[in-house]
């Protein structure tokens, strides 16, 4: 094993919070492998590389030789974590957590090492407490502490109602670290309280207690708002290479250093000579991220996919040239956007086709000049074309969404 300040060099790397430093040194001192814990609620059935933050550096402790538990929370995610939330999370059925667990564990290992992953579902141990040893533990929690949690607080202060199930929604997690022993515990900065509630719980209950690593949210391509598939700045593990290029060539400059920290498996020392060179300016910010994007495909696609994306997103967006593989979009006679005249109203066509969210979007991106017609700019306010202007073209959204029309039946 590396010395200890090196493996602190090296688990320091892109973290908030490590409480308390000091006695995650002293473990490592021991010179054993440490038990390195994620839980994880399926309650959604794809990652993007938010979600994946923390499964690097779960990858981390792997390559510096130490036991990474993975959790999949079943149990738990029938009560719904509430952490950042403003009301009672929808309820899940098993049928759901399920498929959900699954889909995440075949994401996971594309950043896991299986052969060195220990996988565990916390029904193993919390679906057998009887009642009162349910009691024993909430004796362990005081209604005061658990109200210091900002979002119940809120909800508290607010007249929110707070369902009692997720008042033990710490104390649960907080079980699953005394079930697998954990040195460890690794979540986002919003998940703090309930690592520290894991690490109260162990020293109530005559253990070592666990130490906390907080990791930052990352901010989607927008550069503003944590990413999120309901924010549309994701980043998909499960996105195609060229899509996943473009999206992470978007991102603003300032953002690079913390996606190369959190987001891909280059040593920290390489990230810390990226860091300066782009302080000093003697790397350049549009190649840097070039690579950036060409090691996330990579991560995810193979070391082929990269410069295949690459040059796709060229084609695309330095070379003004359509992709290949366009998409099309079936027309038949009864779309309420095309007018008996054969006259076709661009922005209910645009929604309908998945490359706008709305028809109002769709207006707004050709009042913004964000709509082209075979390379051709549409004039602001330009929402109806005739059929032969419009059948057949390739339209484009924005920079990276294209759709083609065609005739039900047609090429």
């Not at 979540?187 to 253990?207: I, S, V, W």
Request: aromatic content about 8%; some cysteine; charged content about 25%.
């Amino acid at each position: 094993m590396l010395a200890t300040s090196e493996q602190m060099h090296v688990v320091k790397s892109g973290a908030s919070d490590i409480v308390p430093e000091a006695e995650l040194a002293k473990k490592l001192d021991r010179g054993r492998p440490i038990v390195v814990k994620l839980g994880v609620d399926p309650t959604a059935p794809d990652l993007h590389l938010g979600h994946a933050v923390p499964l690097r550096k779960l990858r981390q402790f792997q390559d510096l030789g130490h036991e990474v538990v993975l959790i999949i929370g079943d149990f738990t995610a029938l009560i719904g974590d509430p952490s950042g939330r403003s009301s009672t999370r929808p309820a899940l059925t098993r049928e759901e957590i399920e498929d959900n667990a699954q889909t995440y564990i075949d994401q996971a290992f594309k950043i896991l090492d299986p052969e060195r992953t220990t996988m565990r579902r916390n029904s193993e141990w919390l679906a057998e407490l009887d009642f009162g040893q349910v009691l024993r533990l909430t004796s362990q929690f005081t209604v005061a502490r658990i109200l210091e949690r900002d979002d119940f607080a809120n909800r508290y202060r607010d007249g929110v109602g707070i369902s009692l199930h997720e008042l033990l929604y710490p104390m649960a997690q907080a079980y699953d670290s005394v079930a697998i022993e954990a040195d460890v515990e690794i979540g986002g900065t919003d998940q703090l309280f309930n690592l520290l509630a894991g690490r109260e719980l162990m020293g109530k209950l005559g253990m070592e207690p666990q130490v906390c690593l907080t990791l930052p949210l990352l901010e989607g391509t927008d550069g503003v708002q944590k990413m999120s598939k309901s924010y549309g700045n994701y980043v998909g593990l499960t996105d195609d290479q060229a899509e996943m290029f473009g999206k992470v060539m978007s991102i603003p400059d300032d953002l690079m250093v913390k996606y190369y920290r959190l987001c891909t498996g280059l040593p920290v020392d390489e990230v810390d000579a990226i860091e300066k060179g782009l302080a000093e300016g003697s790397l350049h910010p549009n190649q840097t991220k070039r690579q950036l994007a060409r090691t996330i495909v990579a991560l995810y696609h193979g070391d082929g996919a990269s410069s295949e994306a690459e040059a796709a997103f060229d084609r695309v967006f330095k070379e003004q040239e359509a992709p290949s593989d366009i998409p099309t979009f079936e027309v038949g006679d009864a779309h309420a956007w095309i007018d008996d005249d054969r006259t076709v109203y661009v922005p209910g066509f645009l929604a309908e086709a998945g490359v706008a969210a709305s028809g109002t979007a769709a207006r707004q991106f050709i009042d913004d000049g964000a709509v082209k017609r075979d390379g051709q700019q549409l004039d602001p306010k330009q929402y109806s074309v005739p059929w032969e202007d419009f059948i057949g073209k390739k339209w484009q959204v924005g920079r990276r969404k294209w759709v083609r029309p065609t005739r039900t039946g047609k090429d």
